[in-house]
């Protein structure tokens, strides 16, 4: 199984990166605009679209704010295991650390998921520090 895991900072603080994050519907709003077109929760995953036009449907595992750390699935026909965590760490005063682990079946698609998780930060980085 590959495992991808991505850190870096935000120039804003925990808790309000910690409020996005755990939005969970609101992934395409409050998180990632423009990466993530739509959003549309159905009972406990989401439904999303991402900018090149691929959907997936994301389950959600756990939301434990003590933690600030969110899990998620996915599961569908090009993907055989999918599972992501999410946690948001206080990294000095207005920034925080942002850690993103995805493990992922088959090993082929990690440079795939790689490359779109890239570009999901770099939406997440432009919401958080140009507004």
Not at 25 to 41: E, S
Request: hydrophobic share 40%.
């Amino acid at each position: 199984m590959a495992s991808i895991q991505k850190e870096f900072a935000i120039a804003s603080s925990a808790h309000d990166v910690w409020d996005a994050v755990r939005d969970f519907g609101a992934v395409h709003t409050r998180l990632a605009p423009g990466f993530v077109t739509n959003a549309v929760m159905d009972g406990d995953s989401r439904l999303v679209t991402f900018s090149n036009g691929t959907n997936a449907r994301e389950i959600l595992v756990d939301c434990d704010d003590a933690k600030r750390r969110l899990v998620y699935a996915i599961a569908s026909e090009r993907i055989r295991q999918h599972s992501a965590s999410v946690q948001i760490h206080e990294d000095g005063d207005r920034r925080s650390k942002f850690v993103w682990t995805v493990d992922v079946l088959p090993n082929e698609i990690a440079p795939y998921i790689s490359g779109q998780m890239d570009l999901s930060i770099a939406a997440i980085k432009k919401r958080f520090e140009n507004g």
